[in-house]
């Protein structure tokens, strides 16, 4: 239950990134608020959610931003990615297009972030498995040769939410601390 008074020991930015509608905005309603939509959004303009966590006794505020339909117009700009510890790839595991965009979202971020970023690669939507386009292999592949983490996660279904973002928020601070 949070604390308003809690002492804060590290805040840690992580962007999320990766093509439009392949759930970034929900990865991070679960994360932050439990919650889900099927509604697409409407608003444009970059905005970020906290949430506050406790890693080996510390207390670590997550702050993470999402495009916020940016990626559209292809308008992420440096400012996005400025200060950013972590990056979230994320792809629609039922879109090959998405995934084979993965390369150019990559080299973007790696253009604009410090090089001790930590990066992690997300196959969201795996609760649609029947419709799967992305082999879990080629996703292992590309993340073990870009030396990236990689999960497959369902923010519908809330599999591996929790532990995609405490994943990258433990590898961040293993590095940060
Ligand atoms: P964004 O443009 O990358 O931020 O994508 P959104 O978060 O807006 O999601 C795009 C659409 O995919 C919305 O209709 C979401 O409800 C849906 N969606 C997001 N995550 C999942 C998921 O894990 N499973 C399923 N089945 N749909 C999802």
Request: some cysteine; glycine content about 6%.
């Amino acid at each position: 239950y949070g604390d308003y008074n809690q002492k804060i020991d590290y805040v840690f930015k992580v962007v999320l990134i990766g093509d439009s509608a392949v759930g970034k905005t929900q990865l991070l309603a679960r994360f932050a608020r439990n919650e889900f939509s099927f509604d697409s959004k409407a608003t444009i303009g970059v905005e970020f959610q906290t949430k506050t966590l406790i890693i080996d006794n510390k207390t670590i505020k997550s702050q993470i931003w999402d495009t916020a339909g940016q990626e559209r117009y292809r308008a992420v700009t440096s400012a996005y990615y400025r200060g950013a510890v972590g990056a979230i790839l994320v792809y629609d595991m039922t879109k090959r297009q998405s995934f084979d965009h993965m390369v150019r979202w990559l080299e973007e971020l790696r253009s604009h972030a410090d090089q001790s970023i930590v990066i992690m690669l997300i196959g969201n939507k795996c609760d649609l498995g029947n419709l799967r386009a992305v082999p879990m292999e080629d996703a292992e592949e590309f993340a073990q040769r870009e030396n990236l983490f990689f999960m497959e996660t369902s923010a519908l279904e809330s599999t591996n939410v929790e532990t995609c973002f405490l994943t990258i928020l433990t590898e961040i601070y293993r590095i940060h601390a």
